[in-house]
């Protein structure tokens, strides 16, 4: 019997969420697939979408509004799959974020002063866990994308969105004026745990 090859998918992370953490959670949710996870970075769509060995894309929370932004220019008719996403992750803009600008940048500033505390106080406010201080470069480079990018287009009927009900981040009405088959997950939060416990068993094959 020929030996089927599981469907490879690329992930992009989340701010301050370690690639090798998320694989491991995800591969423990969906051990049918191959995970690959990669850094939250400006670039990053456009170097997965030349990849022709990947199967599928997924993103989460900054990961998820990279995937938005470089999609709405660059045709994909591979599945893409995204947790915790928003248009834009300012307040302001109503494009699904909750977090006030002012708070962005005042946290802009918390992490150069001093990246430990501000950090214990994004992942306590987000349900994640006390991961190691990564780089303070790319983690300043992270907030600025999420200063910066805002996407008006709707999404292509391939991508398919989660988020949970809960989200302290994240406005799910707001998301569904501009996402209509936005999932909205019930008992879920921001946290990469607590979507996939929540979510469905297999989103790649409904």
């Not at 990669?38 to 060995?53: G, I, M, R």
């Not at 992490?111 to 790319?138: C, K, M, V």
Request: hydrophobic fraction near 40%.
């Amino acid at each position: 019997m020929e030996k089927i090859t599981p469907m490879k998918i690329a992930w992009i992370s989340g701010w301050a969420v370690p690639p090798a953490w998320m694989a491991q959670a995800l591969q423990a949710r969906w051990p049918q697939y191959t995970h690959h996870v990669f850094l939250p970075e400006k670039n990053t769509p456009a170097t997965l979408l030349v990849d022709s060995t990947f199967d599928a894309y997924g993103g989460y929370s900054l990961g998820s509004l990279l995937w938005l932004d470089a999609l709405s220019e660059n045709a994909c008719a591979k599945p893409v799959r995204l947790l915790a996403p928003f248009f834009s992750f300012c307040a302001e803009a109503s494009l699904g974020g909750r977090t006030p600008r002012v708070r962005l940048l005042f946290l802009k500033r918390w992490l150069r002063r001093d990246p430990t505390s501000a950090l214990h106080d994004f992942y306590t406010r987000t349900g994640l866990p006390q991961f190691p201080i990564p780089g303070t470069s790319s983690l300043a480079d992270g907030l600025d994308l999420l200063d910066t990018l805002a996407i008006s287009t709707p999404p292509p009927s391939n991508i398919r969105g989660f988020a949970g009900k809960n989200d302290p981040l994240l406005n799910p009405k707001s998301l569904r004026t501009h996402w209509p088959a936005l999932t909205i997950v019930p008992h879920a939060n921001h946290a990469l745990p607590s979507l996939l416990q929540h979510m469905c068993d297999d989103p790649f094959c409904e």
